[in-house]
């Protein structure tokens, strides 16, 4: 699974933004996918979650301003921030968990993709 995330950009404090991630490559064998930032000098968080019955789940932090949505499939993740903040400023990372079925029993892999970058100023 490779996977192209998009839609950063420098926006004012209660402004919005929406990141895209395409996904390509066994898109079938996604079973969830999330949001991660990591700001400057942090720990990369976890955003956002959904999984293929479509399952949503916030860090608290974001709770009611974020949402995730993704198409039928898994061909585009999305994110809608609204009411961003400065201290939302960081490099968002989209990621997908798999799951293959082989004979030799299932293998589970998750994926990154490459990050984009959100400026919130003040």
């Known amino acids: 699974v490779q996977l192209q995330a998009s839609g950063g950009g420098l926006v004012q404090a209660g402004g919005s933004l929406r990141l895209s991630c395409a996904a390509s490559?066994?898109?079938?064998?996604?079973?969830?996918m999330e949001w991660h930032r990591q700001a400057a000098g942090k720990q990369r968080e976890l955003v956002a979650s959904?999984?293929?019955?479509?399952?949503?789940n916030y860090a608290a932090a974001v709770k009611g301003r974020f949402t995730i949505s993704r198409d039928n499939g898994w061909d585009t993740l999305y994110l809608q921030m609204n009411s961003l903040k400065p201290e939302d400023t960081a490099v968002y990372y989209c990621?997908?968990?798999?799951?293959?079925?082989?004979?030799?029993?299932?293998?589970?892999?998750?994926?990154w993709g490459q990050g984009t970058l959100v400026t919130v100023s003040s």
């Open positions: 990621r997908a968990h798999s799951m293959r079925d082989f004979d030799s029993g299932p293998v589970v892999q998750a994926f």
């Open positions: 490559g066994s898109i079938f064998s996604i079973t969830s």
């Open positions: 959904i999984t293929s019955g479509g399952a949503t």
